[in-house]
């Protein structure tokens, strides 16, 4: 295997540190028209009238849609396989706005100026109601989020609007009262995790135009082109063979862009004036309506003997699904599948939960969905039941670990097939030097030095669900396309999908040009999230390979006239094996290909999993506390990752490093906050941090490899687990540092330095 | 971001005051500060052409012209041979380089900002700014006032030996800050400067021989919550930076 | 009001708005190169040299740059490519869309700033966010651009 596990360059690399023009904003028709929307004041409002005489007047205005002028049937924004579990809870524009910053009005001018002006001149009467904010209040509250008696959920996900009930859910193995019952030791604790935004560098944005068959062709920065066809067909009301996707270059999604966020404003437009038109979120409106992680409220209860072992963990979990449903039910359910399967010894566990409304801005999918607040909630709780025991944490971890072999009872059963996980510890320790570290010193100018560990998971696709397809062909002069439909987000998946073609068609990776994504155009993929691309369309880049040799060596066979037994291919050429010196190459056979045959040379294959294999791995931070103004530096941290073979080994290394500095800003400052009548208050990069590189020091990550007998070349994922670890691994160096327990994120500096005061 | 109709060059101090005079006008510093505003100016009065982009040292004080740079007086020789890091680790914290190759003395003073490192620091050190109409003033009566239409030129910071020290905790290394302290000394004269408490900046002096003198220092200050933090984290954090920045001017 | 800025060695005389971001007038004039990812002056992905230094695009406005010389990174071709090679020989490009203003300021720093530590360089760099990367592979493709550079 020439490429796969080598650092490859990506193939669009040299294009995007020369800033070429690749990306939505740069592709935009110079006659398009600027879409700019009024967003509600109100968390919680009818409109009674809009009044939009005024703003028509503006010059260069050519048309304000209200809730009057859109379609009426409610649908879901959340990038999902049809039947989508998020239930049906949205209109384009609708007359109840249900979170600050909902639109109210979509006006669409030839300039920005005049768009702007006009949205400052639109008069609107609003029947103001109060606002249901805090989520533990909202199951049952007489306020209610959803009203609408045309409110539908699709699957059955305990959704019920008159309850404000998004969700609900519960499951147990074993019996979870009687194991507690029986334990030495019972920690609990009741964590509380805050809505993230993805922060993406390229803000939500589309273009949209009819194209010369008069098909409305939307160009936006998607991960999800195929499903952003169905939703804009269900929304628009218009048929999915009239809708065209393309995914330029797109600039980070980290799961913010598996919703339709911006698509619907402009596509109407279009279908209404049919003219193009663009929208470009403002990093604002991206903070305001975008698509964040969903806040949770999350209770754990775990129980041990007093020789370490955890016999049970029960976990409660309340959701704020906000205002609207996207991706609500279904991150809930990594929030347990995904942290309890942790431990492979369990003797039982519960998991029940709720997802509610309320009238913050709807959630949505960010990086680890939902795995990343249990995972918080559970390896904190672990990590608090052995300072109970006097155990050191990872001793706890290593005593009871998921190993190969288990069968994984809160993973739907299914097999552990492929598990580092004890490696992963080994290596975390010695890299970290956890044994001399543990838990504290405490340096001469008073700051102390801590450590702390947790450990986390992920799944790889969505079993039996989600599928990729890609085709191959092979061209005159033998070269080869590549085309996909899953969606390269800076990931580099375009590049680790070439790697495995290459290896499987023993070619030069230049030889294989690959293209995404276009709905009319590529294979069909449910996109680029849920941690699949590499497990899942890789499979059917492995699948398509394949097939393709086998037509390869059909047609040199042929050429050569001998049969299929008797000849070999090598990449370069179809041979004879008993006589090597007749062959054809690679290049004849493509130009023979194109000439006075049936059939030119083309593969394609899907692949969809029965299984969902988990990537592994263990965090370790080592930080700096001042206990006096309670400041904490995380001074290093240490990942260890088992995503089973390294496809990329750069790729992977910087999806790590990256997973983990969002994780740490997760972990020490990001916090969405909303004031007291429900809007946001910190809409900018101003008010909401994320990392900069001051705010690191090292990050060294090292991978520790199992191989998944399922994937392609023994591969899983990597891109949402390297998120998990830095909450709890945080909070226990905090706890090593200070004798205090955080239970809810961000921790604070002022949390740590009035805690020590109150201590 | 804020929309202007007009652009003038002033091409004398006076003119500059005479256009600042319309509310509808608005002085053009870096530009940093003044997008986050929603504004419709009717007349940007930039003062690019006033020679007021120089730090000149006399034998007593140095004078920083209104349009220099963060980044000039963050770099600047002169300065640094006079007062160590101080400028330097006044502004390292602003966002970044780019910001500070923008953003200007002048416009940082004038706005008044409560979390302001900027006014934070000078507050230690002996300054006075001047304006275009109301002439030289010592920099805490400046920073009291209300913003008005005077414009400003140029700070003076006196060259008398005074050494200060600045101290923050801020939530990310690049965000404004939680609370600023800074301490100054001259001749056994101790002055504490206690800014984004959120309210801005003030100073006191104070006598380090009073045993009581870090809670009579930080009574002196009022304290508030806003996002970022507590009043009663702020307070806390007083008397940790302020006793930190004493010590290390003693030990200096 | 009439201003005349060279871009990129172009000279161009224009008539414009007074408030027009210098963002948008070198994106009007083809430099697509150049991003906004924020309104608040923090992202530093508009990053564009103004007779030789990095400033934020988006706070400076374009009348401004009468009479100056504005760089955008398709000015710098030769040099985005030398440091690009070595962004992406670490996969430190990832989504690319605060690459160009990110190459801006680090070519900025290679001229201002010798032989700086890793602390020097954090801190140049500082206001240029990156969400993808976590920052480290970043740092690694400057220190090997550094060190090429001194090698020759």
């Not at chain 1, 499979?539 to 398509?544: H, N, P």
């Amino acid at each position: 295997m020439a490429y796969v596990n080598a650092p490859v360059r990506k193939k669009d690399a040299m294009s995007l540190v020369t800033g070429k023009p690749v990306y939505v904003e740069d592709q935009i028709p110079k006659n398009a028209l600027v879409v700019k929307l009024l967003r509600s004041p109100h968390a919680n409002a009818f409109i009674t009238s809009i009044d939009k005489t005024a703003a028509m007047k503006v010059p260069g205005v050519v048309c304000i849609l209200t809730h009057e002028d859109a379609p009426k049937s409610r649908f879901t924004t959340a990038g999902q396989t049809y039947p989508e579990p998020s239930p049906y809870d949205r209109l384009i524009l609708d007359r109840h706005l249900r979170c600050a910053g909902d639109p109210v009005a979509i006006v669409a001018a030839e300039t920005a100026q005049a768009a702007e002006r006009a949205v400052r001149m639109i008069k609107v009467k609003y029947d103001v109601r109060e606002p249901l904010l805090d989520f533990r209040k909202a199951k049952d509250n007489p306020i209610l989020v959803h009203p609408e008696d045309d409110f539908k959920a699709l699957c059955p996900v305990g959704a019920d609007n008159k309850r404000n009930l998004c969700s609900t859910d519960v499951f147990e193995i074993g019996d979870v009262e009687k194991e507690l019952a029986a334990c030495d030791v019972v920690c609990t604790r009741t964590y509380h995790t805050k809505a993230n935004n993805q922060a993406m560098m390229e803000t939500f944005r589309t273009f949209t135009y009819l194209d010369e068959y008069g098909r409305l062709t939307v160009v936006s920065s998607t991960q999800v082109p195929f499903h952003v066809r169905r939703i804009l067909s269900n929304a628009l009301e218009i048929k999915k063979s009239q809708i065209r996707v393309i995914k330029p270059r797109i600039g980070g999604g980290f799961g913010a862009k598996q919703s339709v966020v911006s698509e619907l404003f402009p596509a109407l437009v279009t279908m209404k004036t049919g003219r193009p038109a663009s929208i470009i979120y403002t990093r604002e409106e991206s903070m305001t309506n975008g698509s964040p992680r969903h806040e949770m409220q999350m209770t754990v209860r775990v129980g041990a003997d007093q020789s370490g072992v955890i016999r049970v963990i029960d976990l409660y979990a309340l959701s704020n699904a906000g205002a609207y449903g996207d991706h609500g039910p279904t991150t809930i359910g990594l929030v347990s599948h995904k942290s309890l399967s942790l431990y492979g010894g369990l003797s039982a566990a519960r998991f029940a939960c709720d997802v509610v409304y309320t009238n913050t801005m709807g959630g949505g999918a960010y990086r680890g969905y939902g795995a990343t607040q249990g995972i918080f909630a559970v390896e904190a709780a672990v990590s608090e039941i052995a300072a109970k025991l006097s155990m050191d944490p990872c001793e706890i971890r290593e005593k009871n670990m998921v190993a190969e072999g288990q069968i994984m009872h809160t993973y739907y059963g299914e097999p552990c097939n492929s598990c580092a996980l004890d490696r992963c510890m080994q290596k975390a320790k010695e890299m970290m030097q956890w044994n001399e570290k543990y838990p504290r010193k405490v340096l001469e100018n008073g700051h102390i030095r801590s450590v702390g560990v947790a450990m986390a998971m992920q799944g790889s696709g969505i079993s039996g669900v989600d599928i990729g397809s890609v085709e191959i062909r092979l061209n005159d002069d033998g070269f080869y396309t590549l085309l996909v439909g899953c969606t390269d987000m800076g990931t580099g998946c375009d590049t680790i999908l070439s790697q495995m073609a290459a290896d499987c068609l023993e070619c030069d990776i230049d030889n294989i040009a690959v293209r995404g994504v276009d709905t009319d155009q590529s294979p069909y993929d449910t996109g680029s999230y849920a941690s699949s691309t590499t497990y899942v369309t890789g499979m059917a880049v492995v699948k398509t390979c394949e097939s393709l040799r086998k037509k390869i060596i059909e047609m040199g066979a042929s050429m050569l006239g001998v049969s299929v037994d008797e000849v070999s291919f090598d990449g370069k050429r179809v041979y004879v094996i008993a006589d090597e010196n007749r062959s054809v190459t690679i290049s004849e056979i493509g130009y023979a290909s194109y000439e006075g045959h049936n059939h030119c040379l083309s593969a394609s294959e899907s692949h969809s999993s029965p299984v969902s294999p988990p990537p592994f791995m263990v965090g370790m931070a080592e930080i700096d506390l001042d206990p006096l103004t309670g400041e904490v530096n995380v001074i290093d941290y240490v990942g260890v990752v088992d995503c089973g073979t390294v496809i990329n080994k750069n790729l992977a290394r910087v999806q790590t490093e990256g997973g983990i500095v969002q994780g740490i800003g997760m972990a020490l400052y990001e916090d969405i906050r909303y004031s007291e009548r429900g809007t946001m208050q910190n809409n900018s990069f101003m008010q909401y941090k994320i990392p900069s590189r001051l705010d690191l020091n090292t990050i060294r990550v090292a991978f520790e490899s199992s191989y998944e007998p399922t994937g392609p070349f023994g591969a899983k994922s990597i891109g949402e687990l390297v998120i998990n670890t830095p909450s709890p691994a945080i909070v226990d160096a905090i706890y090593n540092a200070t004798g205090l327990w955080f239970d809810t994120l961000p921790v604070r500096a002022e949390d740590i330095a009035l805690g020590l005061l109150k201590k | 971001m804020f929309t202007a109709q007009n652009y003038v060059m002033a091409s004398s101090l006076e003119e500059a005051y005479t256009f600042n005079q319309k509310k509808a006008n608005a002085i053009l510093g870096g530009g940093c500060f003044l997008r986050l505003s929603k504004k419709r100016i009717h007349t940007l009065i930039d003062l690019s052409a006033l020679s007021l982009d120089k730090i000149e040292e006399f034998d007593e004080e140095f004078r920083i012209g209104a349009m220099v740079t963060l980044r000039d007086v963050e770099t600047n020789d002169a300065l640094r041979a006079s007062f160590g890091d101080g400028f330097y680790e006044m502004v390292r914290h602003i966002v970044g380089v780019q910001f500070r190759n923008c953003a200007t003395i002048g416009g940082s003073l004038a706005a008044r900002f409560g979390f302001s490192d900027i006014l934070t620091f000078l507050l230690a050190l002996d300054c006075e700014v001047e304006l275009a109409h109301a002439g030289r003033m010592p920099l805490c009566e400046y920073a009291a006032m209300k913003p008005d239409r005077d414009v400003l030129a140029c700070l003076y910071v006196k060259k008398n030996g005074r050494r200060a020290v600045y101290q923050t905790v801020r939530q990310t290394k690049t965000d404004i800050p939680v609370l600023a302290c800074a301490v100054s000394v001259l001749n056994g004269e101790y002055r504490a400067v206690v800014g984004a408490r959120p309210a801005r900046a003030m100073a006191v002096s104070f006598d380090p021989a009073d045993p009581d003198w870090i809670s009579k220092t930080v009574n002196a200050f009022s304290f508030g919550s806003n996002m970022r933090a507590s009043e009663e984290y702020r307070r806390h954090l007083a008397v940790v930076l302020l006793t930190r920045a004493y010590n290390a001017i003693r030990e200096e | 009001m009439v201003v005349t800025i060279t871009v990129n060695g172009t000279k161009y005389t224009d008539d414009i708005s007074p408030d027009l971001p210098l963002l948008d007038y070198v994106r009007s004039k083809g430099c697509l190169s150049v991003k906004r990812g924020c309104e608040t002056s923090n992202c530093g992905l508009c990053t564009v040299h103004l007779d030789g230094k990095p400033v934020l695009s988006c706070s400076v406005l374009a009348v401004r740059a009468n009479g100056r010389q504005v760089t955008t990174l398709e000015g710098l071709e030769e040099e985005a490519r030398a440091f690009g090679a070595f962004l992406a020989d670490e996969g430190g490009e990832q989504c690319g869309f605060c690459s160009p203003g990110f190459i801006m300021n680090v070519l900025a720093m290679a001229h201002e700033l010798d032989d700086p530590t890793d602390e020097e360089i954090r801190e140049y760099l500082a206001g240029n966010l990156c969400r993808c990367t976590g920052y480290q592979s970043q740092l690694r493709a400057i220190r090997k651009y550094l060190t090429s550079k001194k090698e020759g």
